[in-house]
């Protein structure tokens, strides 16, 4: 037997490293190890070209205080910035440190051992617009003609994406140990009190497995404490949690929110695939969910399926906090429902999105008796309590005690088409939620590279106007597609009805709600009769009704964006057969004359002169004045 090899009963021979090997290997390393202390400097100097080279490659440019190695396989680098290409700074890191594995110098195939990172601010792209019915979005808003694409901004988009989706392929038992503390993601809002806040993250090889930790803060309208914990094995198997803490109104006393997920997560990288199992299940509460679904890198693209049988209202309220739910509690169903989910985008082919939902209701009906949100009596006359952004509310009667209720059929139909037009083209098509205008509105912002379309319908800014406000928290918008979903399946409540009591409370301009005191307003007349120009006018003010003013120029002109704004919904209108083509006045014969009080803002009516001043006259001392002066104090004295 050769001196290399020894035998084991009962086992195969195994080869063992001769003593020239095992004395070959120290010191090649001893070699390299001396030649990084010699070469130093030339390191630190190829160091700092592949870091700008890589972050050029990224359309970034790299600053830092110092970037040096530190020991014999560590690189450490201070007050590390990136901006992009106009100036602005995509990401600060005040401390970041890398040490190299040890092996892998050996194989002339250096990667990370260990990755340590403190105190980093990342900035997320800024968004471009924002849904109907919020307070913010500048002029012009949705109705305006849409810059669709942005090539630029939507390579960006994918390689962001490309990014991730290499992360999600890296070998998850073989990554590098990694510590991150105090990292904040800022908002797309562009404000640094928005997005998420990473109080420490840590991701751990342990043998077979790899162990995630992590613990933050969700920052936007309102601070949500999160942590969550992930083990993934040898065997694919994905099991963990995550728990939300959710700020429950009036109290200190935060609710929870716990998911658990259990399944098979395979990563092919010979096919730059990461696969979700049949078998996975996410559970929120105890409302048990069937997950399945893969990313591909080519593209890329991700593909997503979500279902659930047999959900109850009672599962429901156990599963999710009362302060997600809100007024969601006031509403009491009968019955069960099944819910079903497909989402598939590619990101190279954003007009191929797919997107479903459906709910398949058993016996599904709601309980009047028990139900306190008052939707059981929107046929009747009712005083509407409206919300309104920054938690302002009025109240509307919508009955005949209000003087500019207008029913529907007294609305002029090109005002309530046009604004229909706008708001909600599908709405006499859908059933409160338009998976149609969710896939445009995916397809158009991945078009853009940024945030351009929503999707509301008008029964979901109905929802939101009576009963949720305008929070920008993820529980509000639930509950609005759940409640939009009532109103136009359980409700009984007609679609005219819907878009009567829309057209009568939505706001107009300030303390304006409603289509006849918009057009007293502005025009000085009644809602029964506007021209197709008022008509396109009052509809581009609705998402911002606020900003009313800016469509003007100095001289009460309608600015070029206003007019561009107003004829791109005409046309819309036309294409629908709700406006005949010779109707539409070309874009720039476009006008509108102020008539009501809306005018004095525009035309401030000039301040009343003062009264001129009295010309005093010199007294003398034999004047009436005097003596009855002189008179007044004898008697005073007396």
């Keep these: 037997m050769s001196p290399t090899t020894e035998a084991i009963p009962g086992a195969p021979l195994r080869r063992r490293p001769s003593g020239r090997a095992r004395l070959v290997l120290p010191a090649l390393a001893a070699v390299v190890l001396a030649g990084l202390v010699v070469a130093r400097p030339v390191a630190d100097r190829v160091l700092a070209a592949r870091l700008e080279s890589a972050a050029a490659q990224r359309g970034l440019t790299a600053s830092w205080a110092s970037l040096r190695w530190t020991g014999w396989l560590a690189v450490r680098a201070d007050s590390l910035v990136l901006r992009n290409a106009g100036g602005d700074t995509a990401a600060t890191i005040r401390d970041l440190e890398l040490t190299v594995a040890p092996l892998s110098v050996l194989t002339l195939h250096p990667r990370p ?26 002029p012009p808003p949705r109705g305006r003609p849409q810059r669709t694409a942005d090539p630029e901004r939507a390579a960006r988009l994918r390689r962001s994406a490309d990014q991730l989706v290499r992360m999600l392929l890296l070998p998850a038992r073989r990554l590098p140990r990694l510590d991150i503390t105090d990292l904040v993601l800022i908002g797309a809002g562009g404000g640094d009190g928005t997005g998420i806040a990473v109080d420490s993250l840590t991701v751990a090889p342990s043998g077979p497995r790899t162990r995630l930790r992590i613990r933050g803060r969700l920052r936007s309208e309102q601070v949500q404490p999160f942590e969550a914990a992930f083990d993934y094995g040898a065997d694919d198997r994905l099991d963990g949690s995550a728990r939300l803490l959710v700020p429950r109104p009036y109290t200190e006393t935060p609710d929870t929110l716990t998911l658990r997920i259990a399944g098979r997560v395979e990563q092919d990288r ?19 969910l069937r997950a399945s679904g893969s990313v591909w890198r080519r593209g890329p693209r991700v593909e997503l399926d979500l279902a659930a049988d047999g959900i109850g209202e009672d599962q429901v309220h156990a599963s999710l906090p009362p302060s997600m739910l809100g007024p969601l509690l006031r509403v009491s169903v009968r019955g069960t429902f099944d819910y079903r989910l497909h989402f598939d985008l590619d990101l190279a082919r954003p ?22 949100l008052g939707l059981t009596s929107l046929d009747a006359p009712f005083i509407a309590t409206i919300h309104l952004p920054h938690d302002r509310r009025v109240t509307r009667a919508l009955n005949d005690a209000n003087p500019h209720f207008r029913s529907l059929d007294r609305i002029d139909s090109l005002l309530v088409y046009a604004v229909v037009t706008n708001e909600d083209g599908g709405f006499f098509h859908h059933r409160g939620f338009n998976p149609e ?9 991945v078009r853009a590279g940024a945030y351009r379309r929503g999707a509301g319908t008008i029964t979901m800014q109905l929802a939101r106007n009576l009963w949720l406000g305008h929070a920008r928290t993820l529980s509000r918008k639930m509950q609005e597609v759940v409640l939009a979903w009532i109103l136009e399946h359980l409700t009984g409540v007609s679609k005219r009805r819907l878009l009567e009591i829309y057209l009568n409370i939505i706001e107009w301009g300030p303390d304006v709600h409603g289509a006849d005191e918009a057009t007293t307003y502005y025009f000085g007349h009644d809602a029964g009769r506007v021209t197709v120009d008022e008509a396109l006018f009052l509809t581009t003010i609705v998402p911002a009704p606020t900003r009313w003013r800016g469509r003007f120029d100095a001289t009460g002109t309608l600015r070029p964006f206003e007019r561009a704004q107003m004829h791109f919904i005409g046309r819309a209108m036309v294409a629908k057969g709700w406006l005949d083509p010779s109707r ?12 009501g009080p809306a005018r ?17 006259e010199t007294l003398r001392l034999d004047s009436p004045g005097i003596h009855a002066i002189s008179g007044g104090l004898a008697a005073f004295e007396r």
Aim: glycine share 6%; charged share 30%; proline share 10%.
């Design 351 to 372: 007009d191929s999105v797919d997107f479903h939902a459906d709910v398949i209701p058993h016996g599904l009906a709601l309980d009047g008796d028990r139900t306190r």
């Design 437 to 445: 205008a969710v896939r445009q509105s995916i397809a158009e912002n």
């Design 600 to 616: 004095d803002i525009v035309f401030p009516p000039p301040a009343a002169p003062l009264a001129p001043a009295r010309t005093v």
């Design 584 to 595: 539409l006045p070309p874009e720039d014969s476009l006008r509108v004359e102020l008539r």
């Design 270 to 288: 010979a096919h730059d695939i990461v696969r979700l199992g049949a078998d996975t299940r996410i559970t929120v509460g105890s409302l048990p």
């Design 113 to 138: 051992g260990a990755i340590r990172l403190d105190g980093a601010r990342i900035a997320l792209h800024r968004r471009a617009a924002a849904d109907t019915l919020d307070d913010d979005p500048p």
